[in-house]
């Protein structure tokens, strides 16, 4: 049987992260095609090369292309796209963990409903006490996701960005994903606006779900992109920033295109429904950064999951705080996080 679903994984400057993720699918048996989008310096694409050499055999293909380094990243996954011959794609990051058969499910659900763009789950984020792939952990949270099910593309967006969470990390439609991708990678924008243009578009186009079940789990840590100077820019800086102006425009032309083409209204209809939406989101992200929530990252510091000696007392701390229906397929993540084990297959 032809496979239906492509996990695509960009990977750039992080081949102890990178190489955990692979031993992380490959010991879970992964089921479909594993495409690899390369864009670190020589010395680490060549450890990530070496290493996929020895994985890469048998019932576990890759398919790994290497791109320059400095390239933007959503000219690397438009690139890489183009190779995707499924119908379905899901993107993820070489630090993250997706469930397998949390992905099988996201398959058949949106196999089964057209009006639907998009399909993630139950979510965690995690830190450990060291900035690696591996160790104890300092603090686990839930890490929001929701379903996006209003009747028309306007009401969708405005209530997706007024209780804003991203869709990035989420099973979706090939060529629909694919048409997204080219469109925010011509525009010169930030890398925040270009994710909110395209989880805007995303749920613009279509209902989105969550299953309730664990779907992902995501590390924090200090090399993650999100961290880097132009993406921890203040928020407040950002909107006054010379650049602002124009990268608003072009944000906010591209969602009034695909808005327009959705409800069957004209250019002058749709950009105050964006600028409407967009506000929502703005009034949302403002309050947040004004508490920057200091006080809360201490205790995580210091919280219940510290310093934990082996995976057993982490296990017996985490499990009580989890809902039952994620117990069985995060302790898979814990296996390999803590190296020693090969983990079992999850259904």
Not at 161 to 187: G, K
Not at 304 to 310: C, D, G, H, I, L
Request: with cysteine; glycine share 4%; net charge positive.
């Amino acid at each position: 049987m032809e496979p239906k679903l492509t996990l695509l994984l960009p990977t750039e400057n992080r081949s102890d992260f990178f190489a955990r993720a692979v031993r992380y699918y490959r010991s879970l048996g992964l089921d479909c095609p594993f495409f690899v989008a390369d864009s670190s310096s020589s010395e680490c694409a060549s450890r990530n090369e070496g290493m996929l050499q020895e994985t890469s055999q048998g019932s576990f293909p890759i398919e790994y292309r290497r791109f320059p380094e400095q390239i933007p990243f959503m000219e690397k996954i438009d690139r890489m796209l183009e190779q995707v011959r499924t119908p379905f794609i899901v993107v993820g990051a070489d630090d993250d963990f997706f469930v397998p058969g949390a992905l099988r499910d996201s398959l058949r659900f949106l196999s089964g409903h057209p009006d639907y763009s998009g399909v993630s789950g139950e979510a965690l984020l995690f830190r450990l006490e060291s900035d690696q792939p591996y160790g104890r952990f300092s603090w686990i949270d839930p890490y929001p996701q929701k379903s996006v099910e209003m009747p028309t593309a306007s009401s969708r967006l405005s209530t997706h960005f007024f209780d804003y969470t991203t869709t990035w990390y989420s099973v979706q439609r090939t060529e629909a994903l694919r048409h997204r991708i080219r469109r925010a990678a011509a525009l010169p924008l930030t890398n925040r606006l270009l994710e909110l243009l395209t989880s805007g578009l995303t749920v613009v186009e279509g209902k989105f779900k969550k299953l309730d079940r664990l779907f992902l789990v995501r590390q924090s840590h200090s090399r993650m992109t999100s961290q880097s100077p132009a993406d921890q820019m203040d928020l407040f800086d950002w909107l006054t920033d010379s650049q602002w102006p124009e990268q608003y425009r072009l944000f906010q032309d591209c969602l009034a295109q695909a808005l327009a083409k959705a409800e069957k209204l004209s250019l002058e209809e749709a950009r105050p429904l964006i600028k409407k939406a967009f506000q929502r989101w703005l009034s949302l992200s403002l309050r947040k950064a004004s508490a920057r929530l200091d006080r809360l990252d201490a205790a995580r510091d210091a919280g219940w999951a510290a310093r934990m000696p082996a995976l057993s007392a982490v296990w017996k701390e985490i499990r009580p705080w989890i809902p039952r229906l994620i117990h069985s397929d995060f302790f898979f993540v814990l296996q390999t996080i803590r190296r020693g084990d090969e983990p079992a297959k999850s259904n």
